[in-house]
């Protein structure tokens, strides 16, 4: 199976992260679209669209840490997951996540709850088709990561062969939406 190791920081723990650790063991990664990246960014990000993360991996140092980051959580999760997959660093990879929190009530594919969706998506309007594309992401991501430790727990060669199948489909979707920013209005500046 792929090696998706990372781990994710909530803000304060990305805050502590820069305060106790020196600038040359890590690097900070945007993978927003570069519109969002220049209405604002973490000073000294470097700025790398998810839709170019796939094939500029191996362009990342591997003797440093890699902190993903983005709008919502979902592009970051998928970047460091293509870079844990891909084995690209030998330090640690991270995914700089704000806005997962306990969900109780109606659930979504991936464990998401429904009235808090329509809430994140009411807030990431702000940040264009890019913000609504990343709060799919991080939907995407929560299923294909769900079917995933469903296959890994299952015991059952059917059941587990499924599963992947379905973590599979959700890889697929989340490759569609990584292309699919490209086209987001914002982002054509023509």
């Known amino acids: 199976m792929d090696n998706l190791e990372f781990e994710t920081l909530s803000s304060a ?3 502590e992260y820069m305060q106790t650790h020196k600038e040359k063991n890590y690097l900070v990664i945007d993978v927003r679209q570069a519109s969002e ?18 094939t500029r991996l191996f362009t990342l140092p591997s003797e ?5 980051y983005c709008a919502n959580g979902g592009r970051s999760q998928w970047a460091a997951s293509l870079a844990g997959e891909g084995e690209v660093s030998k330090k640690t990879v991270y995914h700089f996540d704000r806005i997962y929190q306990r969900l109780a009530g109606e659930i979504l594919e991936g464990g998401h709850n429904f009235e808090e969706a329509c809430r994140q998506l009411d807030a990431v309007r702000k940040h264009g088709c890019a913000g609504v594309i990343d709060l799919a992401m991080a939907i995407e991501y929560s299923a294909f990561e769900l079917y995933r430790t469903m296959a890994e727990r299952s015991e059952n060669p059917a059941a587990r062969s499924a599963f992947l199948s379905i973590a599979q489909a959700e890889k697929a979707h989340m ?15 023509q």
């Open 13 to 15: 723990e990305f805050k």
């Open 37 to 54: 990246y220049e209405e604002g960014h973490i000073p000294g990000a470097k700025l790398m669209p998810l839709s170019e993360v796939e």
């Open 64 to 68: 440093r840490d890699l902190i993903f």
């Open 175 to 189: 490759r569609a939406l990584t292309r699919a920013i490209d086209q987001c209005p914002e982002n054509n500046h």
